[in-house]
């Protein structure tokens, strides 16, 4: 296949050992280095670049093959490795003290900081991976997924605003699906709280579907940047796939969340939290996003009016 023999994938994969290094490592050298807790969230941020990679790559791959310069040069890749690895190694825990904040946003600036760091790791390890050159090729897409991402850090607050109006949703919708399971359930919309068979639940922040809505919205956006530059997408098609995609999305994060509790109440708990809770968003997500990109985004796109 053409895509396996080309230059690029092969720098890709070895990118994404890099970037998968970062996602499952990082968490666990910060604590053991600054004894430092990463900030509790859905892990699916963590894989939100990847789709973003694979969307250009899908939807650029005709300039991408084109592109026939991948060398680099030492000094560029040793600068931005270190670059990488230095904005990893900053102690947040000793620059940061939230210990004593008493407002939503003082509360969250640690996680917009960790966050942050990530992000542009990921930046920097692509920088020493592929060249100043070829991101210069795209250097516009690259500039709209780097504030895009660091922009999207602050659904973080949203969800701490918001969180309470789409949780009540969910456990409204959960009291009338966990029963048609076992009329052994319980369910609190007042608190959240949902017990099924021995399995309790609280629908926090984590449950509310801000994140996959907000993960979509991004997803979404900066895929029409990609092929905006040369084709006309049309608005009205636009708004209504959006509202549509976000619709789904919230759909399947109680469908997420139901699955969670049956799997805890029927099975395990440790099963339902550690596996199904952890990474059962990021698999609905991206089979959601991968499905619009493949099938949805391509009808947005106005066809040329032939000429009389």
């Known amino acids: 296949m053409e895509f396996l023999r080309n230059k690029y994938t092969k720098r890709l994969i070895i990118y994404l050992l890099i970037y998968l290094s970062i996602v499952f490592l990082y968490p666990d050298l910060t604590q053991k280095l600054y004894a430092y807790q990463g900030v509790n969230t859905d892990p699916y941020i963590n894989y939100i670049p990847l789709a973003v990679l694979v969307s250009f790559s899908y939807l650029k791959w005709g300039k991408i093959k084109k592109t026939s310069n991948y060398k680099n040069s030492l000094s560029q890749t040793i600068v931005f490795s270190l670059l990488a690895v230095g904005v990893l190694l900053i102690p947040l825990n000793k620059v940061l003290d939230n210990s004593t904040t008493t407002s939503i946003l003082d509360n969250q600036i640690p996680f917009l900081f960790y966050w942050s760091q990530v992000i542009f790791a990921y930046v920097f390890s692509f920088l020493a991976i592929f060249n100043w050159r070829f991101v210069k090729r795209f250097k516009t897409e690259t500039i709209v997924i780097t504030l895009g991402l660091i922009l999207y850090l602050a659904t973080q607050l949203i969800v701490q605003l918001y969180w309470q109006k789409f949780s009540i949703v969910i456990t409204y919708a959960l009291s009338y699906i966990l029963p048609l399971f076992s009329h052994l359930t319980h369910v609190d919309l007042a608190t959240f709280q949902i017990r099924f068979l021995d399995f309790n639940v609280y629908v926090g922040p984590p449950c509310a579907g801000v994140y996959s809505m907000a993960t979509f919205t991004f997803l979404f956006i900066t895929t029409l940047v990609f092929i905006r530059k040369k084709q006309k997408i049309d608005p009205f098609k636009t708004f209504f796939a959006l509202f549509f995609g976000l619709l789904a999305t919230f759909i ?26 952890e990474y059962l968003s990021a698999i609905f997500l991206i089979a959601l996003f991968m499905a619009y990109l493949y099938w949805i985004i391509p009808k947005l796109i106005e066809k040329p009016r032939s000429k009389k």
Request: net charge neutral.
């Open 252 to 277: 399947l994060n109680i469908v997420r969340v139901a699955i969670i509790v049956l799997v805890g109440g029927y099975y395990s708990p440790e099963l339902a939290i550690n596996l199904f809770h």
